[in-house]
């Protein structure tokens, strides 16, 4: 009984300091969480979310959509907790060298001319036509299958010969699933070597997320279009890799990155070597502050692909880069950088100059320029092409 008086108190001590503390994380690469402090029982039923590279806290619900109404950029890590813990270990030759410049304009201009306006528009206005794309909402399985039927229609009418073409689902807990297209590269020696452009497909509406009205055709369906627009190009043009060039439409963006890290984190274990990756996160509303161009995010990406992707830019695009930062965790490529690998963003434009409508029932088409949208599909496909064979 004595010895039951003096644990209690305790006990009770180390929950509540256990409780109260802001988690400090150190670089994901060599830090190992303490497990007793991130499952303790007084947080059942919180997220531990991210909203610096330093700093974790468990959160509800509601306040993981606070930071959300406040335009607070996070990550939501509970169940992704080892990323970037694994890449080092894997990683045995030296880090790639991108291009000093462009190589492949023979090949990827006859891509370029075949881009249109029409077919954007057109997957948009069905798209943004689902009440929302929220990722735990019957709508957002629902998109996530419409979507998936648009890019399995490509791949079945591309009809290669040699079936270097593929799509995929990529099954997560909840259940708007993310989407994989994938062409196999003709180099084996370059097999495990992949490049990666990709966008999210889920919206939120910030205030009502699985009723609420959230068209989201900004924020991400520009996205979203503007690469299904370069995977049809490429697919419809017989394109044919070096090394394996992927397209991802991820789940779960809205909801703290969940889906692009579960693939990260898969690609992390199976020791998959992406070399690149794309990130295209609103890409159809141009600012009033600016003349138009490329927003090319400088913070949290890595910078030689980041300069890569600039000089992309110059020779394919009629509009130009303009640098500009978004924060920590601004968008799936966040994902790809935690665990170790080269990612950048492009975006619609400076981004204090941003659609000042997303998260509502207002990001609707109205606002877009498909020709904005355009210039990015250009910097998809180049990036493809290019980095597919050097």
């Not at 528009?121 to 399985?141: A, V, W």
């Not at 689902?169 to 993310?178: V, Y």
């Not at 497909?201 to 699985?210: A, L, R, V, Y």
Request: charged share 25%; hydrophobic share 40%.
């Amino acid at each position: 009984m004595l010895k039951f008086l003096f644990v209690a108190p305790l006990i009770a001590i180390l929950t509540v300091l256990v409780t109260g503390l802001r988690i400090k994380i150190q670089d994901s690469v060599d830090f190992v969480y303490d497990e007793f402090q991130l499952s303790n029982l007084p947080n059942e039923g919180k997220r531990l979310i991210q909203t610096s590279p330093s700093t974790s806290e468990w959160m509800t619900e509601e306040q993981v959509l606070g930071l959300i109404r406040k335009n607070i950029k996070f990550m939501d890590v509970t169940d992704y907790r080892s990323l970037g813990t694994r890449y080092k270990a894997f990683k045995k030759h030296g880090r790639f060298q991108f291009p000093l410049s462009t190589a492949f304009e023979d090949e990827v201009m006859p891509f370029i001319y075949k881009l249109s306006t029409e077919h954007m528009q057109k997957n948009l206005e069905k798209f943004t036509s689902f009440r929302n794309r929220y990722y735990r909402s019957k709508y957002g399985e629902e998109s996530s299958q419409w979507l998936y039927e648009q890019v399995a229609n490509i791949v079945k009418a591309a009809n290669y010969s040699d079936p270097i073409l593929s799509v995929k689902q990529f099954s997560h807990k909840w259940g708007q699933k993310s989407i994989i297209a994938r062409f196999r590269g003709s180099d084996d020696s370059k097999s495990n070597e992949v490049v990666i452009i990709g966008a999210h497909q889920d919206s939120i509406n910030m205030w009502m997320p699985s009723f609420g009205r959230a068209p989201g055709a900004d924020d991400d369906g520009s996205g979203t279009v503007t690469i299904l627009e370069a995977f049809r190009v490429l697919a419809e043009g017989q394109f044919k890799p070096s090394r394996p060039v992927e397209f991802h439409w991820y789940s779960a963006e809205e909801g703290g990155l969940l889906g692009s890290q579960a693939i990260a984190s898969h690609y992390e274990e199976v020791e998959i070597d992406v070399i690149a990756m794309l990130q295209n996160d609103m890409t159809g509303f141009v600012g009033k502050k600016y003349p138009e161009a490329f927003g090319i995010v400088v913070d949290y990406v890595d910078s030689d692909l980041t300069s890569f992707i600039k000089k992309l830019i110059k020779s394919y695009a009629k509009i130009p880069a303009r640098d500009t930062k978004c924060g920590y965790a601004c968008s799936d490529h966040a994902s790809w950088i935690k665990a170790g690998y080269p990612s950048a963003f492009a975006i619609e434009g400076a981004f204090e100059d941003s659609n000042p409508y997303i998260h509502t029932s207002n990001d609707i088409i109205d606002h877009l320029s498909f020709e904005h949208m355009l210039e990015f599909s250009k910097l998809s496909v180049s990036f493809a092409v290019e980095l597919s064979h050097v």
